[in-house]
């Protein structure tokens, strides 16, 4: 018959805490999870669940006991951990939200802005459009599988310990923040360029007709212009944003040692 002592006891509920300390602090990040309509009660709920599932296949550091200096500076490191690899997915849903108010913009739907569901602010509405189709993307093809698959096994690459994310890590998260403007700049290229042709039609126009009142004619005609350019260059948004994401989780593998 097994001896519970307090040794025991206290290795067991370090075995669960830390690991639920990683996973809970990227569910709070992360998109879709980490969403303000998602309840912070089910987050916790699904973190502690997955952190009782992987529980027995991870080892945690021995004869360190939760509250000391070394445990924290080990839950400190967990939540590090979490933030920078939810942080890691959660540019490239910014980055597809930047490109459509870089092309609302273009077209003047830059006064219609709207709440935006996920992230709880006030986003143009077009952003807001292609933050929720890109969301249902990400559920198509099984994102959220695959990010709880790199956290799981993130634990055998990247075990729980003091050590955590190095200095060099830490830079890699920082450049990797790059992925927001050349990734905007990939879902709205198409869509600026055609807006830019369009204006320099309208340019043209203006001098051949001096008389010819733009402002009344010209706003209505690159508005619909840009609706229709919208629609085409969606599966643009689609591809660009496959891209990312797959460079998103690749980062987030190398960032857990894998």
């Not at 930047?98 to 913009?105: F, H, K, R, S, T």
């Not at 600026?192 to 042709?197: D, E, S």
């Not at 004619?217 to 085409?232: D, R, S």
Request: hydrophobic share 60%; with cysteine; net charge positive.
């Amino acid at each position: 018959m097994p001896v519970i002592t307090s040794a025991t006891i206290d290795q067991a509920i370090a075995s669960r805490f830390w690991p639920f300390v990683r996973i809970g602090s990227c569910l709070m990040v992360a998109p879709v999870f980490g969403a303000v309509t998602v309840p912070t009660q089910a987050r916790i709920v699904l973190a502690g669940a997955i952190a009782l599932l992987v529980a027995p296949l991870i080892a945690v550091p021995a004869k360190i006991a939760l509250f000391s200096a070394p445990g924290v500076l080990i839950t400190a490191q967990q939540i590090i951990i979490g933030v920078a690899l939810g942080f890691s997915l959660q540019l490239v849903f910014e980055a597809v939200s930047l490109g459509g108010q870089i092309v609302a913009n273009s077209m003047g739907l830059s006064l219609s802005y709207n709440l935006d569901p996920l992230s709880g602010e006030s986003t143009p509405a077009l952003g807001q459009l292609y933050t929720l189709l890109v969301t249902l993307i990400f559920l198509l093809l099984n994102g959220h599988i695959a990010l709880i698959r790199i956290l799981v096994a993130g634990f055998r690459t990247l075990p729980v310990g003091t050590a955590g994310l190095g200095p060099h890590a830490l830079w890699a998260v920082v450049e990797f923040g790059s992925t927001l403007f050349y990734g905007a700049l990939a879902v709205a290229l198409p869509a600026i360029t055609a807006l830019m042709v369009a204006n320099l039609a309208f340019g043209v126009v203006s001098r051949a007709a001096p008389t010819l009142n733009l402002f009344a004619t010209g706003l209505p005609v690159v508005l619909v212009f840009g609706l229709l350019v919208i629609l085409v260059s969606l599966p643009v948004v689609q591809s660009g944003f496959e891209r990312l994401l797959g460079a998103a989780f690749m980062f987030m593998q190398r960032l857990s040692g894998a």
